[in-house]
Structures are given as C-alpha cells and as structure tokens.
C-alpha cells in the first residue's frame, strides 16, 4: 500500500562522552567548572566537559492537494471542516486537541461538546480565525468554494484531506496521527483496519462473476439520485462482490428512473439522513416504481446508515462489512 507521508519523530537525548557520537545529529559541547575547596590552603579547581547531543527532527508531510507541510513539533489545536476527518482526529486518539468542528461531525460522542464552527458547506470562516488553530484539516468541497484559499490568506495553515480510494484513507489517518504526534498508534490502528478488509476479501476470493448481484445504491428517491463512478460507495460495492448498476456514471448523481427499473437490481440499498427514511419508505411501498425489480420481488431493500457508509474515514471499514453481508449472506456468518 501506498504511504504517502513520512513517519518522523521527535527525539531529545543527552549524553556524555563515553556515549559514541551519532553523527546526523548537532553536537553541543558544554564545560562546566566546579570549584572543591579543601582544608589547605590550596583551592583545586576541576573542569570537565560534558556533551549534550539534541536531535530535532521536524514532522513533514503532503497533503491530499499535494502541498507539502512543515512542522517544528506535533500540532496542539486543530479544527476540522468535516465529519469524516473529525472520526478521524478521533481515531487516533487525537480528540482533545479539536477545538473545532462543523454542525455535522456527530461521531464519535465526544465530539459534539466540542464548539462548532458552522455548517460543511458554509463554515464561519471568522470564528475559526477566532479560534487561531495550529491547524485547519479541510476536504476539497472547502477547495472548490474557497474556504481553504481564504483561510491561508489569512494566515492559518489549512492541510486537504481529500483521500479518492480505500487506501487514500489510510494514508490520511497515518498523515493526521503523524501531525497530532501520535503516529505509532495510526498506524497500529491502520494495521487492524486493513486485516479486516483482507478478511472481506480472501471470503469473497473465490466469487464468481455471475454470483455478483446488481446493485441499486439510492441517496434521494425524488428525483432519483445514485452513486457512480469515483464515489465511495461504488468501490464498496465493488469490494464486496457486487456490481453497481450506474458505474457508468460519474460521482453523486442524478439518473433517470425508467433506467433504474430497466436495469433490474437484485438489490437494493437506501441511505438514511440524519433520520429521515422517507426515501426507503417510499421505495417499499405498495405502488412502489420499483416493484417490478427482483429487489422488490425478493425482499432485498435495504436501509443503510449514511454516516457509516458515506463518509471517507475509519468506519468505511464498518461499510465493507456491512455490504459484504447483505450482498452476501451465505459467507459472512
């Protein structure tokens, strides 16, 4: 797998001359003088020197926009502008140094003591500059309306999670240990994520292509809104043994109905948004569009958590398995 940052550490030592000298690191020599007065009239004066060795070696890592950052020690405030990259300031066990977070970042618990700088879409931009965090971890939505170049100019260091595959995640939780200072731990925690999607993977090793079911993965029922290409869930489906019935569409998108119906799904999810289930209900009712549909046929109409499933952090984990089993029931006990 891919890493696209560099695990530096921080390291003071002290040592005295009869420690081997390291030569990457400074050499500090200092003398120190003790003066021994003694019952004579003689006053004995001894000087010995002592070497002081200081590693120092700063935190450097890219970013999701490929700018590199610099960093003399591990980041003390930080405010993060979306919910995926606050569960990851939480995953590596960073929480207590988030003095910011947007309306959405729910998860994990804590987070929601924590003060809030606004919406995803529209964070207040002067509050964080109240804020005057160390760092502001920002997705490319904040890119494309430009909070990010707005924040820079006003002098705030604003590093682009923007991961576009699984292992795009990883690297962004080791890159968000590594600037916290705790980057042992990211990628002890990377470590286990990554067992279990190999997990997921040798059970579905021996799947044959026609045992993958079409699937049908809806956001918004009126109008249809799906999932393609370039989306998250696309490579979910696609991990887990399924075939995405729009992977010929680009991201988040609006398709035509009679086209979803036509392509037949043999099952189909449906997220909920922060509560709201209309969207299933409307696709499981009596005088459903979709009752002609194997899924409808079968029973196979699924809810799904849209937080768990959506966003790109540590819980995309959750989401394979989640897929994993409703796509494939008889492998996953």
Request: glycine fraction near 6%.
């Amino acid at each position: 797998m891919k890493r696209s940052t560099k695990v530096i550490s921080v390291l003071i030592s002290v040592m005295t001359l009869s420690v081997p000298f390291i030569s990457s690191c400074e050499r500090v020599v200092q003398t120190v003088t003790a003066t021994a007065t003694s019952t004579s009239t003689t006053t004995i004066t001894e000087t010995s020197t002592q070497s002081v060795t200081d590693i120092v070696e700063s935190i450097v890592i890219t970013d999701d926009a490929g700018i590199t950052y610099t960093f003399e020690k591990p980041v003390d405030t930080i405010v993060s502008l979306a919910p995926s990259i606050t569960e990851i300031v939480y995953f590596v066990d960073a929480g207590d140094k988030l003095i910011g977070r947007t309306d959405y970042c729910n998860y994990p618990d804590e987070a929601n003591s924590v003060q809030s700088i606004g919406g995803y879409y529209d964070p207040n931009l002067e509050r964080i500059i109240v804020l005057d965090p160390d760092v502001v971890l920002a997705d490319s939505i904040h890119v494309s309306i430009g909070a990010v170049e707005w924040l820079k100019s006003h002098g705030l260091t604003v590093i682009v999670i923007n991961p576009i595959d699984i292992d795009g995640i990883m690297d962004d939780i080791i890159l968000v240990g590594e600037i916290t200072g705790n980057g042992v731990i990211a990628i002890e925690r990377v470590a286990s994520l990554e067992t279990r999607i190999d997990a997921v993977a040798d059970a579905l090793s021996e799947l044959a292509d026609e045992d993958k079911p079409n699937v049908l993965h809806i956001t918004w029922h009126a109008p249809l809104w799906t999932v393609g290409e370039g989306s998250f869930l696309d490579i979910v489906i696609d991990v887990t043994g399924g075939i995405n019935i729009f992977s010929d569409v680009d991201g988040d998108a609006q398709v035509d109905l009679e086209q979803a119906i036509v392509r037949n799904p043999d099952i189909i999810t449906v997220v909920s948004d922060h509560g709201s289930e209309s969207s299933y209900y409307y696709i499981k009712a009596g005088d459903s569009p979709f009752a002609m549909t194997d899924a409808y046929k079968n029973g196979q109409i699924y809810i799904v958590d849209s937080d768990i499933v959506c966003r790109p952090g540590p819980r995309i984990v959750d989401a394979l398995e989640l897929y994993a089993k409703l796509l494939h029931p008889e492998l996953f006990s």
